[in-house]
């Protein structure tokens, strides 16, 4: 999974059962059950006659994710401005202070990492366990296009400033300010992964 989010395995990468008994170290049956997860986890998808490979995304699967995504995450703003203590607040700013840090930086992986951690303080906050899971399983979907749009340093400044009015929104526990910057977010981030689905 790690390595299908993080591009080794790129979309419409063959799994070849034999290679990844021998790469992972691996019996056949727990590579076969990986597989049959990440087929419903969206990641992968069995080819006629050739076997598992990685799933790529078209404009229509990135709708529907980030369609389905935007309901929870305005959903998981609005709890977490209800729910959230003073020390996820405090822990969320420092998260936000770091990725202004590293936008000039152009460590990739620091910031899409640094962006998991503030979105994923934002849904513990919610204190529901179910939307957590729900959230994650979507967001690993979009994961690998987070590389190829944070290469934009235009994009990793509107983010950082994105990042800031979430911030400011849910230390004042405004929760229709919250909502509408959530709504922002991922719409941009839309346009973002567009751009780069195209360029390929």
Known sequence: KNKIITCEYPPNFLLNEEKLKDEIGASRTPIREAIRKLELEGLVV?????????GSITERDLNDVLEVRKGMEVLAISLACKRITGEELEKLETI??????????????ELAEMDVKFHDTIYQATNNQRLVQLLNNLREQMYRYRMEYLKDIAVRRTLAEEHKAICRALRE????????????????????????????
């Open 173 to 200: 526990r405004d929760e229709q300010q919250a909502e509408q910057y959530v709504s922002i977010h991922i719409d941009n981030q839309q346009k973002a992964i567009i751009r780069s689905l195209n360029q390929e």
């Open 46 to 54: 069995m080819a006629p006659r050739k076997g598992a490979k990685v």
């Open 96 to 109: 936000e202070q770091s990725f202004q840090k590293l936008i000039e930086s152009g460590n990739l992986t």
